[in-house]
């Protein structure tokens, strides 16, 4: 299958600071992308899904000031939490599709821990 | 009313045993479904498409009703492997690539 490379894989920050996350498409053309974010024993939730050249389109109660999203290319993707609180400490995961894929690809995800 | 709902478990099965899952999902006008497999701490995989005619894929047989809005898995000769969370997953109507996750069923084979 196709290949997402996320970095970093794991991160420990201070409150306050900002974070970048990269997702990238090795192998094909990520038109859209998704980010998702899984706290302990819940769900993935989505967060934002992201076209190409356009602004990502957030999911309610995800605010689009804290989380930046970048889809600047065909092939990355990045989401950059701001002003990282301990409460975003999670699982933050990205996802691409291409309009020729028939399913999404994951990246293996970033923990974030902020203390 | 969660979108897609699983029983969060643990199932606690012997290996060798036979184990099933049942998912439903609230939107009839959902288009696809699939059940994804993730270790602790790891990205979701994907384990198999759910079919309406049902399709099984070696030791996994996956079944759709839509009429009911459930999704199952059934995993035949369990092995110590399988050990995982097993997520159920439903494309938004309107695309084929917003996935929304049920909270997964966790899955422990045991010796």
């Given at each position: 299958g196709a290949v997402v490379s996320q970095h970093p894989s794991w991160v420990?920050?201070?409150s306050g600071t900002s974070v970048k996350i990269e997702c990238r498409s090795l192998d094909f053309q990520a038109t859209t992308m998704f980010w998702y974010r899984q706290f302990?024993?819940?769900?993935?939730?989505?967060?934002?899904?992201?076209?190409?050249?356009?602004?990502?389109?957030y999911e309610q109660g995800v605010e689009k000031d804290k989380f930046l999203i970048n889809h600047a290319s065909l092939t990355l993707s990045t989401l950059t939490?701001?002003?990282?609180?301990?409460?975003?400490?999670?699982?933050?995961?990205?996802?691409?599709?291409?309009?020729?894929?028939?399913?999404?690809?994951?990246?293996?995800?970033?923990?974030?821990?902020?203390? | 009313?969660?979108?897609?709902?699983?029983?969060?478990?643990?199932?606690?099965?012997?290996?060798?045993?036979?184990?099933?899952?049942?998912?439903?999902?609230?939107?009839?006008?959902?288009?696809?479904?699939?059940?994804?497999?993730?270790?602790?701490r790891k990205e979701p995989k994907l384990l198999m498409s759910v079919y309406?005619?049902?399709n099984e894929d070696g030791r996994f047989t996956a079944q759709l009703n839509?009429?009911?809005?459930?999704?199952?898995?059934?995993?035949?000769d369990s092995k110590l492997s399988d050990s995982a969370t097993y997520l159920c997953v439903v494309t938004r109507p309107d695309s084929?690539?917003?996935?929304?996750?049920?909270?997964g069923t966790k899955l422990i084979i045991k010796p």
């Open positions: 420990i920050c201070k302990p024993k819940q769900s993935l939730m989505l967060m934002a899904t992201s076209n190409e050249g356009s602004k990502a389109t939490v701001t002003s990282a609180h301990p409460e975003d400490s999670s699982f933050y995961i990205c996802s691409a599709g291409d309009r020729g894929l028939t399913e999404a690809f994951f990246g293996q995800g970033t923990r974030l821990t902020v203390v | 009313r969660k979108e897609v709902e699983q029983d969060p478990g643990p199932f606690n099965v012997p290996e060798g045993a036979t184990v099933a899952f049942n998912c439903t999902y609230s939107n009839s006008a959902s288009q696809s479904f699939f059940w994804y497999r993730q270790d602790c309406s005619s049902g839509r009429a009911s809005q459930y999704i199952s898995l059934l995993i035949r084929n690539y917003q996935l929304i996750w049920g909270a």
